[in-house]
């Protein structure tokens, strides 16, 4: 099976930088995804890594190092819209795309 | 292009009742996913349809939920008998079976509250 683990909680200020960790350990490994869930609404997809490297797409960007079995999401600039949590998701196994969820960081921007 | 819906948006049923609730993922998304959140841990796979076939429901917590996507278009998630710890937020998602198939598009969810 997969697992997942990411910090419960990040507070950061509005302005600043912030980097919420993943790591994973999985067989048959495609890639780490990341979204991003706002109280009482769905999950939004953010970005997807399959190779090693930085992907950025405006203010956000998603790092991923198969070797280590890691990545992060970084969010700069940050704003108060960006209070949500954040999931991290593995898609691996031999079937069909099946992606799996880590438990979530609720981030928390503050003036 | 219509995302991906859900109803119903809220349930509120008593232990040992039966819910279904519904999904219609975008046109054209052969994966269509059932998730469960539960006061705010991991949102936890259920099952993977591709078209009509259960691709995985390694997921499923028991033979109290059933779900079915006749015809491959819109899905149903049934529990029957409902007990208490079903409570909880109930995603659906889909993604395309080819090109960002690793994108999943979520829909509002269930919010359903087994009493």
């Given amino acids: 099976g997969q697992s997942l683990e990411q910090p419960s909680e990040v507070t950061a200020v509005e302005g600043a930088i912030v980097q919420i960790n993943c790591t994973y350990q999985t067989s048959g490994f495609y890639g780490l995804s990341w979204y991003q869930q706002h109280d009482g609404g769905a999950p939004t997809f953010l970005s997807y890594n399959a190779l090693d490297g930085l992907e950025e797409t405006g203010r956000f960007s998603s790092f991923l190092s198969r070797s280590d079995s890691y990545g992060y999401l970084l969010l700069q600039e940050l704003q108060m819209k960006d209070s949500a949590s954040y999931f991290c998701a593995v898609r691996a196994g031999g079937g069909y795309q099946k992606v799996t969820f880590g438990t979530g960081t609720k981030l928390q921007v503050i003036p | ?115």
């Fill in chain 2, 1 to 115: 292009e219509a995302g991906v819906t859900q109803f119903p948006s809220h349930s509120v049923i008593e232990k040992g009742q039966t819910v279904t609730l519904r999904c219609d993922p975008i046109s054209g998304h052969d994966n269509l996913y059932w998730y469960r959140r539960v006061m705010g841990k991991e949102i936890k796979f259920l099952l993977h349809f591709v078209k009509e076939s259960k691709q995985d429901e390694s997921g499923m917590p028991n033979n109290r939920f059933l779900a079915e996507r006749t015809g491959g278009t819109y899905s149903t998630l049934k529990v029957q008998p409902a007990e208490l710890e079903d409570s909880g937020v109930y995603f659906c998602a889909s993604s395309p079976r080819t090109g960002r198939g690793y994108e999943q598009y979520f829909g509002p969810g269930t919010r359903l509250t087994v009493t």
